[in-house]
């Protein structure tokens, strides 16, 4: 058998609650990721512990007997690290997700910026793919998602459910190493094919390099030599001289001021992105509810990063 703590402490909230809507805003969950969290603890059981025919929920026979095990089990459990740690909720850490460009340049500044604002911010950072990460925050798994904001909403999430902040203004810009000249080794006015370090298929920002080049002749000319959904991984690449790359301006600052890059293109080629701060209004996380009310209270312009 192979119980998750969590199920156990799920089911006892239930319980208590007799309501998955209920139990769901006590457990700082979405009601879905409830909902499944208590199915996988029936199927680790191995019996129907709750009856959902009736209103309010009850509990199957099996479920009152599991219910007495599960409850001096969670009571044990809460008890022995209460001691061990001594940690209140207030203060644990916030789990935020990020794009991976955000989590390596982006999120280092601005974490340190906003902590002059709102005092002492205990954080934990898992860095992912755009989809990915609004996954995590949909089901629950998360407090808070550092993501760029998606303009042709394919993967816009619902501002209600989802509120956010913007909190930075940034672009993309098309660079490569420059000739001994200064020139750029790779131009986009070059009338040759230009090799080019492409995103992945799935890769947000290769979307949006992609809605650029739609309707532009320009595609027909660039030859993908390298591809990786990782900005990093294209700057890597573009500075080795192997071709050119639409890369946020935030990842480039230093090799742009020091000319180990320069624009391959003129600013009718750059991207502009919207980033922006999300959580789920569903989850009800103090960390989280002290956080988003301070940061109201911040001017605008000390949000941005």
């Known amino acids: 058998m192979n119980l998750e703590t969590k199920w156990l402490e799920d089911f006892v909230a239930l319980a208590n609650t007799r309501s998955f809507?209920?139990?769901?805003?006590?457990r700082h969950v979405t009601?879905?990721?409830?909902?499944?969290?208590?199915?996988?603890?029936?199927?680790?059981?191995?019996?129907?512990l709750v009856d959902r025919s009736t209103t309010p929920i009850g509990l199957t026979p099996e479920g009152q007997l599991f219910l007495v095990t599960a409850r001096s089990m969670v009571e044990q459990l809460s008890e022995c690290l209460a001691h061990l740690r001594g940690l209140s909720m207030a203060n644990e850490a916030l789990d935020i997700v990020a794009a991976h460009s955000l989590a390596l340049t982006f999120f280092p500044h601005w974490i340190s910026r906003l902590q002059k604002g709102v005092g002492e911010l205990?954080?934990?950072?898992?860095?992912?793919?755009?989809?990915?990460?609004?996954?995590?925050?949909?089901?629950?798994?998360?407090?808070?998602?550092?993501?760029?904001?998606d303009p042709y909403a394919s993967m816009q999430l619902d501002g209600e459910a989802f509120p956010s902040f913007s909190i930075g203004q940034v672009k993309m810009l098309p660079v490569c190493v420059p000739n001994a000249d200064g020139t750029p080794r790779f131009a986009l006015d070059d009338e040759a094919g230009i090799p080019f370090l492409a995103y992945t298929q799935g890769a947000f920002l290769g979307r949006s390099v992609r809605m650029l080049l739609k309707n532009d002749p320009l595609r027909m000319r660039l030859k993908t030599v390298y591809e990786t959904a990782m900005?990093?991984?294209?700057?890597?690449?573009?500075?080795?001289?192997?071709?050119?790359?639409?890369?946020?301006?935030?990842?480039?600052?230093?090799?742009?001021?020091?000319?180990?890059?320069?624009?391959?293109?003129?600013?009718?080629?750059?991207?502009?992105?919207?980033?922006?701060?999300?959580?789920?209004?569903?989850?009800?996380?103090?960390?989280?509810?002290?956080?988003?009310?301070?940061?109201?209270?911040?001017?605008?312009d000390f949000l941005q990063a």
């Open 21 to 26: 809507s209920a139990s769901a805003r006590q």
């Open 231 to 300: 900005a990093e991984g294209l700057k890597g690449m573009a500075l080795q001289g192997v071709g050119m790359a639409w890369i946020p301006d935030f990842c480039i600052r230093e090799e742009l001021t020091t000319g180990r890059l320069v624009r391959a293109g003129d600013p009718q080629w750059d991207i502009p992105l919207e980033i922006r701060l999300y959580r789920c209004s569903l989850v009800h996380k103090p960390g989280v509810e002290k956080l988003w009310r301070q940061m109201m209270k911040l001017p605008r």
């Open 122 to 149: 205990p954080t934990r950072l898992v860095a992912m793919n755009v989809g990915d990460a609004i996954h995590v925050l949909r089901e629950g798994n998360c407090d808070l998602m550092l993501a760029y904001y």
């Open 31 to 48: 009601q879905p990721a409830f909902s499944r969290r208590i199915r996988s603890l029936e199927q680790a059981v191995g019996a129907t």
